[in-house]
Structures are given as C-alpha cells and as structure tokens.
C-alpha cells in the first residue's frame, strides 16, 4: 500500500515539470541579441538561432522572418516556407496571402506558390471570395483561385478606398453583388461577373435587404439583384436602407418622407428637410417653424419652444455708459462719513455691478472715521488739517499740496535740530 502512494506522489510531483517541458517546446517566443532577432522557448533556450532582422509571432505554426531586407515565412523547425525574397506581405487567412515583388503584387498560398503573376499595383482585402484589384489606373475583380472576374479596366469597383460609403473595411462588395463605373456611368455585375445593370446610370449605391438605391435621367429609385425595378423611380433623392433596419427616407417634390422594402409610405411627404441616416435608429427633420426628430417606426418627437427673450424698450435702454462720472466731494464733520455724489448707473449696467453695490451697501453701516480728526494735535505741524478725496469704496486716491508742504517743512526742521545738536557738541 506504502508503494502505491509513493508511486502516485512521484507521478503527481513529476506532473508540472513533464507540462512545462511540453509547453517550451510547443510556445516559442522572439527574442533578440545584438539587434538580431530570433526565437526562444519559455525558459530562455535559443531554439531558433537570432540571425534575423525582424520577426513576428507565430501564428498558425509559422511566423514572418526579415532577412537581408526580404521577408519570408518559416515554421517552428525553421523550415521555409516561403523564401525571403519579398518586400512586403499581406496575410489574408492561413492559406492566402499577397506577396510584393520588384513594386509588384501577386497571390500565394500558405506553401509560398504563387496563385497569380507579379503584375498588380494594389490588392485589397479578400471579400468572401471577391478580390478587387488595381493595376494603377484601373480596377478589376479577381476570385481568391486567381481567376478574373472582371478586367482591369474600370474607374472604380465595389467599394474603393475614398468611397463615402465605404463603413466597413472590409466589406468591398455588398451581397456579392460589384457595383462599377466608367468616366461619369455606374453598372452593376454579379459575382459571376455577369452584367446586371448597364453602364448607363447616374449612380447606384449599396446594396441592402436584397435592394440598392440607383439613379438616372435624374429620377431615384431601387433595384434588385436580378436588375429590376423593385421601387419605382419617382423620387427626386433616396438614401440607402440601413442594414439594422427596413425602412429608409426618400425625397418626393421638394418634401421628405419614409417608406419600406415594398415602397409602402410610412409618413407623409410633408418635412422640409431631412439630416442624418436611419442607421442610427432616427434622422433631424423639420416641418414649417418646428424642428425635432423622427424615429424608424415614424413617431415625431418635436423639440420644446425656446423661451421668449424678454427685450427693453429702446427709451430705457442705454447702450454706452456715460464717458465720465462727476463726483462731489463734501468735507465730513466731526463722526460723521462724507458723501459722494455721482451720476445715475446706466440700467444695461445694473446687474454687472450687483456685487460692488453690496460692498457699498455694507460699508454704509460701518462708521466712517475716515477724514475726520478725532484727537487734538500736539503740535502746529500736525495741526494741518488734510483734505481727502475718496473713491467708491471709501479709498484715498489723492492728497493735497498743503500736506506735501507740510512734510517738507517737518523734514526740514528736523535737519536743522540735528545739525545744531551737532554744532553744541
């Protein structure tokens, strides 16, 4: 019994070192030295010597690799799978990927072969199997195999970058169906590369519930799959439908309304005007002087009345203050504060002024003691009375020529006592 659970201790010790043994040979992690890059397990042991520039994680069993300023693709025994002889890579999934060479971008396979030849400016991001592509002034569509869809011959193909509608990154055909244009003409094409719509139309928009806004001779309507007329064209404007919703906002003589996937009217036509897209679960309108919003089940929810300005007649209303404000100085008596006189405030100013007629109001019931003389002079100097001059708040702002002369003559006197004080010594 003893060695039994002697055994299973042993086998139960023994457990998290086999775990981590397996786990260092399964987790590789980059790692560097002296500016060179390679791969190290989980306790710092160089499993892939660091004879590389750059490096990426692994992914997929395989990582990228720079080497001599090529990129190439490895796996954990550090077998090549892709030579390093690119410039650049996009990897699309696990077996595909976008190889750029001498300027040039072509298709390959997780092995490294190539799908197509060197000859495309730009390849943009596989949509389900669609693949729009450029050779510089035009675009076409190639499939994922590497077989083309549509030549390279057109201004623009599903939804290009600068596209306004393009919302998602990755989504360059909608509903696999490719929308094309020539000069001024818009098209359309399924993803067989089938003509559904001819290069004749003033625009055609994204498509959405089966439908895609379209437009010519300058009527707006939509149109299905199959290149038919499912909503007539009758309306001057219409915005596609949201994908999270069915109904969306078209613009019949001059006035907005919403109708659904079958064309049926949910409001009337009656806004003057329309803002935003049904995507967010409403749009801004406006009907006459009222503005508000409108939701996707057609409920109106109008912005409250703004409040009424209350405005001053123009006779009580004084739009420049005064240039100057004439002030009365009056020589206080004996405990008694001096008053000040100054012209009325202007009414546009009152409510600036709240808080210095505050200050004014409680100084008013405080005693005012300046300029006034309470105790007797000892001597004649200090017998001159001073006149002052206050402002608002009851500061001296200036003083008289009496009291300059004053202190002149004291500082005077006192030179003269002090130098007979010298003299007698």
């Not at 990154?169 to 909608?174: S, V």
């Not at 079958?262 to 009907?287: A, D, H, M, W």
Request: net charge positive; with cysteine; hydrophobic share 30%.
């Amino acid at each position: 019994m003893k060695k039994v659970v002697l055994f299973t201790w042993i086998q139960i010790l023994l457990l998290p070192f086999l775990f981590g043994q397996k786990s260092s040979k399964d987790e590789l992690y980059a790692c560097s030295h002296k500016r060179q890059w390679g791969f190290c397990d989980s306790r710092g042991n160089v499993v892939i010597p660091q004879i590389y520039e750059k490096v990426t994680d692994f992914k997929d069993g395989c990582a990228w690799v720079l080497q001599n300023d090529k990129w190439g693709r490895i796996n954990k025994d550090q077998e090549v799978k892709v030579n390093p002889e690119y410039e650049e890579y996009k990897e699309f999934s696990p077996s595909l990927f976008a190889l750029r060479k001498k300027g040039k971008w072509a298709l390959a396979n997780s092995e490294g072969k190539l799908i197509t030849e060197h000859k495309y400016d730009l390849i943009l991001v596989p949509d389900n199997s669609l693949i729009a592509v450029s050779d510089g002034p035009g675009w076409g569509v190639i499939n994922t195999k590497g077989d083309e869809i549509l030549p390279l011959i057109f201004s623009e193909v599903g939804r290009v970058p600068g596209d306004p509608y393009l919302f998602n990154a990755e989504r360059y055909f909608d509903e696999g169906m490719i929308r094309t244009k020539i000069g001024k003409q818009w098209g359309m094409f399924n993803e067989k590369g089938e003509e559904v719509l001819p290069l004749s139309y003033d625009f055609i928009g994204s498509y959405s519930h089966g439908l895609a806004q379209a437009s010519i001779d300058k009527k707006a309507g939509f149109v299905d799959k199959s290149g038919k007329r499912a909503i007539p064209f009758v309306y001057e404007v219409v915005q596609s439908f949201p994908d999270n919703y069915d109904v969306t906002m078209v613009k019949k003589d001059g006035k907005w309304g919403m109708i659904d996937v079958s064309g049926k009217n949910i409001t009337p036509f009656k806004y003057t005007v329309c803002t935003g897209n049904l995507r967010n679960g409403y749009v801004f309108i406006k009907e006459g002087d009222k503005t508000g919003k409108l939701s996707i089940t057609g409920q109106e929810t109008w912005n409250a009345p703004k409040e009424i300005k209350v405005v001053i007649p123009k006779d009580e209303k004084t739009t420049t203050p005064p240039k100057e404000e004439v002030k009365v100085v009056v020589a206080p008596p004996k405990e008694e504060k001096a008053e000040e006189v100054k012209t009325p405030e202007p009414e546009s100013q009152k409510p600036k002024k709240e808080k210095k007629v505050k200050k004014q109001k409680e100084a008013e019931k405080k005693p005012n003691t300046e300029g006034v003389i309470i105790q007797k002079p000892k001597t004649e100097e200090e017998a001159i009375q001073r006149q002052h001059e206050f402002d608002s708040e009851g500061n001296e702002i200036k003083k008289t020529e009496k009291a300059k002369k004053a202190k002149k003559e004291k500082v005077k006197k006192e030179k003269v006592k002090k130098e007979e004080v010298k003299k007698e010594k």
